[in-house]
């Protein structure tokens, strides 16, 4: 067998395995397990020893245990209830076996009168004899009973006998796969090889040995392949060749120049790296990462001018109308008057929209900002020069491929998230992009002063806010959504909004799930305007947007989130000059782990600390809904317990690119490990 071969029989169905058919499939096919490479993942959780004989006479009761003895009597009581026995001995002493609910043919099979066999199972006593039953360890053959069994955590309706099978006919066909990793990495795993790894993975006495060599080394094989695809993505978009755009120092500088406060230095650093994308002759894929409130509009909007100024148009996309609303009248307020800036909303008449879409394919529209709608299919753009995506975070890597393939080639790609994430997930989630990063926030601003409060203290807190009513600051009180009880949530807002009503007349207005999109917009319009105090909403899903007069944020429940989603509502607030606090409610006293995590939170402001110690507690998948977002999860690797090996990954990627090393050779790796389709024409 060539190496190709190799890895197609890895690949292939299912049913080519013996004993495997369409039943067995179809319950593996729902559990995500369509080939027999997904099958090597399905790994034993224990084993249970069978490998040691006892006699009758040295038998532990309660004990599972393996014995060879001879059938001597069937009896089959043939009534109701009673149970077939056999009689059984050796020569030290008597067992019976007892069946349930079996065929007397199959007893007779398995256990032949006169002959010796073994068996293994629990052993149980009763009425002054040992007994074993419903014994699924039962053969003539010693061997196949006096062993390790796995035991895997099962699904539904396959046994573990059928998947020791199939997963032992795996091993032993196991193909030798030529050695994709250069030496010095194999070295850091004691040489083992891909498939020796394997099958030390599946030896049931290996169960949880995650610092062992072979262990590591299928991990690493893991995150090097995820880094490989996305490297490769990069190095595609990398390769497109585009009309470089002239930077026109002067209008930028102008521009800064008359901005209200001077760019941190991180803002000026992600600045130049998007500058120098922009004049470079290949297209820009480029993520900037700012916690909440570190700036990243303004950065995105220079870009944006640099942009026009050497005669392209360009797109900001956002997730909802209203934060497009607030960057388009920003650019309206700091943009030279002579552009033209559009602002494409649900609420526009159709003559309107018209108007807009003819302009944009005429050129006419320097910037326009929208939601999605700007990537509609009617509409299209005479010379779109640079999108920006602004709030993605959640976007996977295959949908930020399609949206730079959109644009065309002489577009340029800017996402912005607002979500950190811990350093060694960088190159997991965001790869196939270059990055820049804003740490540092903006000087002017102050800490949030975050505390914890029982429920039944709110009178406290009413002081609290009536206190800052009285400075004409304003406040969001969130009564979160937990998925589990939508209902309940919905509910518990409008009684919250009714309680503060009492309080406060004429100053609150609410939110929730039910509220439609147009009224929803005159709120936070309303709430923007000041026209009341306090906003009282289930979520605050407005991400982005900047409500620069509220200083206060009531968390409900704050026990139901994770640190960086706290944080992330946290940074609603503390947007201006002013003081602000975060109150996090909880309903009763706080565990120790609980008083631990939001510890972290009052003593950190850095979003990028709180993910690491989030992910930390909580793990990976479950931090910021990144087990819903399609974006993947890995079999083996942890990027907690293993972030020495995404380090090692991630030098390793930065040495072949900086070195340029062909890479064909990590073909059966990238093709086995999955989003293969994404370069299938890697040579
Ligand atoms: P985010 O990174 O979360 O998108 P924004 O771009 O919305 O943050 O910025 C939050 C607020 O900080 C805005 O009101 C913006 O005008 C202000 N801001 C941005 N940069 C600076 C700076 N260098 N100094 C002071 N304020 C700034
Ligand atoms: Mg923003």
Same mark, same amino acid.
Not at 612 to 633: A, T
């Given at each position: 067998m060539n190496n190709k071969s190799n890895y197609n029989y890895l690949l292939a169905d299912l049913t080519t395995l013996k004993g495997v058919g369409v039943k067995t499939t179809n319950l593996l096919k729902k559990k995500n397990i369509n080939n027999i490479f997904d099958l090597l993942w399905k790994l034993p959780k224990s084993f249970t020893d069978r490998s040691l004989s006892s006699k009758i006479k040295d038998l532990k009761i309660g004990e599972v245990q393996t014995i060879t003895i001879i059938p001597k009597k069937y009896s089959f009581p043939r009534i109701r209830n009673l149970p077939n026995r056999v009689s059984c001995c050796d020569e030290t002493g008597d067992i019976d076996c007892i069946f349930f609910n079996s065929y007397e043919?199959?007893?007779?099979?398995?256990?032949?009168?006169g002959k010796e066999i073994t068996i293994s199972g629990k052993i149980g006593f009763f009425r002054n004899k040992y007994q074993l039953t419903n014994p699924k360890y039962v053969s003539e053959d010693s061997t196949l009973i006096k062993q390790k069994h796995s035991t895997y955590s099962l699904t #539904?309706?396959?046994?573990?006998?059928?998947?020791?099978?199939?997963? %032992?006919?795996?091993?032993?066909?196991?193909? +030798? +796969?030529? #050695?994709? $990793?250069?030496?010095?990495? +194999?070295?850091?795993?004691?040489?083992?090889?891909?498939?020796?790894?394997i099958k030390e993975l599946h030896k049931p006495e290996n169960v949880g040995c995650f610092k062992k060599n072979f262990y590591q080394r299928l991990a690493y094989d893991e995150i090097f392949s995820t880094f490989l695809v996305n490297s490769e993505i990069r190095k595609k978009i990398k390769k497109i060749k585009k009309d470089n755009k002239i930077l026109d120092i002067k209008k930028?500088?102008?521009?800064?120049?008359?901005?209200?406060?001077?760019?941190?230095?991180?803002?000026?650093?992600?600045?130049?790296?998007?500058? $120098?994308?922009?004049?470079?002759?290949?297209?820009?894929? &480029?993520?900037?990462?700012?916690?909440?409130?570190? =700036?990243?509009?303004?950065?995105?909007?220079?870009a944006a001018l640099n942009c026009i100024n050497s005669g392209f148009q360009v797109a900001v996309m956002t997730p909802t109308e209203i934060l497009a609303r607030q960057h388009y009248f920003l650019a309206k307020k700091i943009?030279?008057?002579?552009?033209?800036?559009?602002?494409?909303?649900?609420?526009?008449?159709?003559?309107?929209?018209?108007?807009?879409?003819?302009?944009?394919?005429? =050129?006419?529209?320097?910037?326009?900002f929208g939601t999605h709608a700007i990537f509609q299919k009617k509409v299209s753009f005479k010379n779109l020069g640079l999108i920006v995506i602004d709030e993605q975070h959640k976007f996977g890597v295959n949908q930020r491929k399609k949206l730079s393939d959109k644009g065309g080639d002489n577009c340029d790609v800017l996402l912005m998230t607002a979500t950190p994430i811990p350093r060694t997930l960088t190159m997991t989630l965001y790869g196939d992009m270059d990055i820049s990063i804003i740490r540092e926030k903006p000087k002017s601003r102050k800490i949030i002063k975050t505390y914890s409060k029982l429920e039944n203290k709110i009178d406290d807190v009413l002081k609290f806010i009536n206190k800052e009513i009285k400075k004409d600051n304003q406040i969001f009180w969130v009564c979160p959504l937990i998925e589990e009880s939508k209902k309940l949530d919905h509910s518990s807002a409008i009684k919250k909004y009714e309680f503060l009503k009492k309080f406060f007349p004429n100053k609150v207005s609410l939110l929730h799930g039910k509220?439609?999109?147009?009224?929803? #917009?005159?709120?936070?319009?309303?709430?923007? &305007?000041? #026209?009341?105090?306090i906003l009282v909403s289930t979520t605050i899903i407005e991400v982005g947007i900047d409500f620069p @007069?509220?200083?206060?944020?009531?968390?409900?429940?704050? %026990?139901?989130?994770?640190?960086?989603?706290? $944080?992330?509502l946290r940074g609603r607030v503390g947007r201006g000059e002013k003081e602000s606090t975060c109150i996090l409610m909880f309903k009763s006293n706080l565990s120790e782990n609980a008083k631990k995590r939001i510890k972290i939170l009052k003593n950190s402001n850095d979003g990028f600390i709180i993910s690491?110690?989030?992910?930390?507690? &909580?793990?990976?998948?479950?931090?910021? =809904?990144?087990?819903?977002? =399609?974006?993947?999860?890995f079999r083996l690797a942890d990027p907690i317990h293993n972030s020495d090996l995404f380090i090692l990954a991630e030098n390793e990627m930065r040495r072949i690119? @900086?070195?340029?090393?062909?890479?064909s050779k990590f073909k059966p790796l990238i093709k086995l490990y999955d989003r293969a389709d994404v370069i299938n024409d890697l040579a």
């Open positions: 043919g199959y007893i007779k099979k398995i256990l032949p009168l #539904e309706g396959i046994s573990e006998k059928v998947y020791n099978k199939i997963i %032992n006919q795996i091993i032993e066909k196991l193909p +030798l +796969l030529s #050695e994709w $990793h250069s030496k010095k990495i +194999l070295n850091r795993f004691g040489d083992i090889s891909w498939n020796n790894s930028q500088n102008y521009l800064i120049d008359n901005l209200d406060f001077s760019l941190t230095e991180d803002q000026k650093k992600s600045l130049n790296e998007i500058n $120098h994308d922009l004049c470079s002759s290949t297209k820009m894929f &480029r993520l900037l990462q700012g916690d909440v409130g570190s =700036g990243k509009t303004i950065v995105s909007l220079i943009f030279p008057k002579n552009l033209n800036i559009e602002l494409i909303s649900g609420k526009l008449d159709y003559k309107n929209k018209k108007k807009i879409i003819n302009q944009l394919a005429d =050129g006419k529209i320097d910037i326009i509220t439609d999109i147009i009224e929803k #917009e005159k709120i936070l319009n309303q709430f923007l &305007r000041k #026209e009341f105090k @007069n509220a200083t206060v944020i009531v968390i409900e429940n704050a %026990n139901k989130f994770g640190l960086s989603q706290l $944080h992330q690491e110690e989030d992910m930390k507690i &909580r793990g990976f998948g479950d931090i910021l =809904g990144f087990k819903q977002s =399609g974006i993947k999860n690119e @900086n070195s340029n090393e062909d890479i």
